[in-house]
T-cell receptor, first 114, second 114 residues
Framework: GDSVTQMEGPVTLSEEAFLTINCTYT??????LFWYVQYPGEGLQLLLKATKADDKGSNKGFEATYRKETTSFHLEKGSVQVSDSAVYFC?????????????FGKGTHLIIQP | GAGVSQSPSNKVTEKGKDVELRCDPI?????LYWYRQSLGQGLEFLIYFQGNSAPDKSGLPSDRFSAERTGGSVSTLTIQRTQQEDSAVYLC????????????FGSGTRLTVV
């Protein structure tokens, strides 16, 4: 079945540091890939997505590239801010039929220190 | 509406009581999902509705949990005879059908069983 694996947290960085949160997946067919962000006390918000190989999703300074050859969708940001502190979830949605649902990773808690 | 609306935002209930949680999805979204998020944990899938099809109930943790979706729109998640382990944030999401569409989440209902 489909699965998403992302790096365990918490990840603690200083402000203006470079961020990478790794995400790899296993899926049938040709999935779409997503990153969601959950700020403290809030629901999940879609951060970015990519729907086919080599696509790059980007939003709010974050980027992720759909790499089919390595089945990865790593999240990156060049210079993080304290306001980026949140939990980040990688997810996929398979086009291979069956339930039309997202498969989520377990989430990575990111803490940015001033 | 503009987003997914959940009510109540917070609910404190006594052990053994029944509770109902409501989700009002985005108009036109055919798919609706319920997830549970316990403190510091990832997302636990509960149930999925797609149009007029029979729901996917495979994630419901026990027969105390049930959900319905009336008229293909509003959904209610009911927990009977609540237990302390039911304490969590219950998240609802809706989406259009298709692999390229992500979910839009509500802000969740924080349930505390005392």
């Amino acid at each position: 079945g489909d699965s998403v694996t992302q790096m365990e947290g918490p990840v603690t960085l200083s402000e203006e540091a470079f961020l990478t949160i790794n995400c790899t997946y296993t899926a049938t067919g040709y999935p779409s890939l997503f990153w969601y962000v959950q700020y403290p006390g809030e629901g999940l918000q879609l951060l970015l997505k990519a729907t086919k190989a080599d696509d790059k999703g980007s939003n709010k300074g974050f980027e992720a590239t759909y790499r089919k050859e390595t089945t990865s969708f790593h999240l990156e940001k060049g210079s993080v801010q304290v306001s980026d502190s949140a939990v980040y979830f990688c997810a996929l949605k398979s086009s291979g039929g069956g339930a039309d649902g997202l498969t989520f990773g377990k989430g990575t808690h990111l803490i940015i220190q001033p | 509406g503009a987003g997914v609306s959940q009510s109540p935002s917070n609910k404190v209930t006594e052990k053994g009581k029944d509770v109902e949680l409501r989700c009002d999805p985005i108009s036109g979204h055919t798919a609706l999902y319920w997830y549970r998020q316990s403190l510091g944990q990832g997302l636990e899938f509960l149930i999925y509705f797609q149009g007029n099809s029979a729901p996917d109930k495979s994630g419901l943790p026990s027969d105390r949990f049930s959900a319905e979706r009336t008229g293909g729109s509003v959904s209610t998640l009911t927990i009977q005879r609540t237990q302390q382990e039911d304490s969590a944030v219950y998240l609802c999401a809706s989406s259009l059908t298709g692999a390229v569409y992500g979910y839009t989440f509500g802000s969740g209902t924080r349930l505390t069983v005392v």
